[in-house]
């Protein structure tokens, strides 16, 4: 990759041990009630489904949802400091640990993930494409909870750092052989702020492109998306909670509202500007980013697992459609 930089720092590492195995007990909330609007249980008590069946009747009529058994799907989670001083981490722990057994319900082979900062136990397997340090085959709540229980926000947002770690194993593996092409990926990056190197990340974008257009790889071969977890509305019942002092209230709910609109800015230019600059020279020549900001995100159903996989979906059937 051609890219300005050939490193990435190692940022606040973090050893975790992997995931409990899937037992037994975790499947007691299998025929708790859901909200077939939200994909959440219907009262507290209750944990994420965990049947196929109960799955597929909430969410087969996601329209395209088909394409998870054709893609992989990768999920990296920023773990920066901010996350948990806005109270954004635990609401992305609850929807995830409902995502991981919908993905997995379509896909068996479930999802991998990665922290910003934090290290999953997960080997390098250059053979296959997939690089380590993350979590391979997560398939229940009980192991995105883990994940989650191991793992504490600290840290900066090395964005740049992580999606080079992820793509550079499995560009290469793309490339190597054209008549044996690995799965399509779908990289999920869950995010409430701006990329530690912003520049760094346009730039990634178009070495990409450049090795997936020398490739001649098909058009959905790679995607990235990005969500911006910002919600105001949790960050200030957070901040309400855990601060008494008036003037330090009112600072910490003003820079969470100016973090959300400047993270909302740069997502907006990745999914809106890049490729049009391809006519004036630019080198992202595929549209393989999508952004969806905060406020999109909540006018269109919420944070919450069945909207966030309508997002995911979403994504992969235009890229889809673009292959016809």
Known sequence: MDSKKQEFSSGSEQYVQPPPAY????????????????????NSAGGPPTDPATIKGIYD??????LLTETDTIVVIDDSESMGLYGYWPLV???????????????????????????????????????????????TAA???????SAKPMGTTPIYDRLTHILIPY??????????????????VV?????DDPEG???????????????????????????QIADLQVAEEHIRKTCSNPAEISQKLKKAADDAETSAGWLTNLDDNLVKDKDQGGRVTRDIVDTKNANVIKAEGGFNP??????????????HDRMK
């Not at 009529?61 to 088909?66: A, P, Q, V």
């Not at 490339?175 to 779908?186: E, L, M, Q, V």
Request: net charge negative.
């Open 306 to 319: 069945k909207n966030l996989v309508k997002i995911l979906v979403g994504a992969l059937s235009k890229r």
């Open 23 to 42: 037992s037994a007990a975790s499947s007691s909330s299998a025929s708790a009630a859901v909200d077939p609007n939200t994909g959440f249980s219907q």
């Open 61 to 66: 009529s996601i329209s395209g949802i088909s």
């Open 93 to 139: 722990k609850h929807c995830l640990s409902y995502v991981g057994p919908v993905v997995s319900t379509y896909d068996p082979d479930g999802i991998t993930m990665y922290c910003l900062n934090g290290r999953g136990p997960s080997k390098d397997n250059m053979a296959k494409g997939i690089a380590g340090e993350g979590w391979n085959d997560i398939t």
């Open 191 to 195: 995010t409430d702020g701006v990329a």
């Open 143 to 149: 192991q995105v909870e883990a994940i989650f229980n």
């Open 201 to 227: 990340v346009e730039e990634l974008i178009g070495d990409v492109c450049e090795m997936l257009d020398e490739a001649q790889a098909p058009n959905n071969q790679i995607g990235i998306q990005f969500i």
């Open 171 to 188: 560009l290469n593996r793309v490339a190597s052989d054209p008549n044996n092409r690995p799965r399509p990926i779908n990289i999920l």
